[in-house]
């Protein structure tokens, strides 16, 4: 489990779900379960395997095919081995006759500073226009361009300052994806405070 945002969200909560999750080895039996109950949220602690592609190699219908390929996409939390997790993946398959090959995978990354004057400024952006939020790193399983730099030791950041309800989260990247034109006006309006905060860093605005 990705257990340093676990802890961060404890530090969040009062009572016994905070103590809970300030301690999330201990109490793992316990978490876990609930985790699995929350898709969107479980992707964040646990490597996850997608079928995206099957090819029969084949386009006659009433002949079996002799070969299959699948495509999977697999993301993988943070120092988790990809090596290991193929080997894995082929103890679970019990089938010598199949073979697993890499297309593509991303290089390792690190993370990127808490202490970067962008990530900090980001923050107010998003305190100031959320008051009383709470602001959390985390490791995301989407791709985006930032990884790459990153693996070059690039600091980098994606922030999408917007609040969805759980409807708008389930069909990111489906056929009915949308964003309320409120969220999207208030995800503008948070972009536009980190920029006024970035351009007076260096005197480059008038303060109101």
């Known amino acids: 489990m990705n257990v340093h945002l676990l802890k961060d969200l404890g530090a969040t909560q009062k009572g016994v779900k ?13 978490i876990l379960p609930q985790l699995r109950k929350e898709v969107e949220l479980f992707t964040l602690f646990s490597n996850t395997m997608t079928l995206t592609g099957l090819n029969s190699h084949n386009e006659i219908v009433n002949v079996i095919p002799d070969k299959m390929t699948a495509m999977i996409d697999c993301r993988l939390l943070p120092a988790t081995s990809s090596e290991l997790f193929l080997k894995k993946m082929k103890k679970r398959l019990r089938n010598d006759k199949i073979t697993i090959s890499v ?21 107010e952006a998003i305190v100031k226009n959320y008051p009383g939020s709470k ?9 985006n361009d930032v990884g790459f730099f990153r693996a070059k030791g690039i600091q980098g950041f994606t922030a999408t300052p917007v609040v969805l309800h759980r409807d708008h989260l389930s069909g990111i990247h489906d056929i009915n994806e949308r964003l309320p034109i409120s969220a999207l006006k208030k995800g503008k309006d948070t972009y536009f405070t ?6 007076a860093e260096y005197n480059l605005i008038e303060e109101k």
């Open 18 to 30: 905070g103590f809970l999750l300030k301690h999330p080895i201990f109490f793992k039996p316990i």
């Open 194 to 199: 980190f920029l006024e905060n970035c351009l």
């Open 135 to 143: 602001v959390l790193p985390a490791f995301l399983p989407s791709y």
């Open 103 to 123: 297309l593509t995978e991303m290089p390792e990354m690190k993370p990127s500073d808490m202490n970067n004057k962008f990530y900090k400024q980001m923050e």
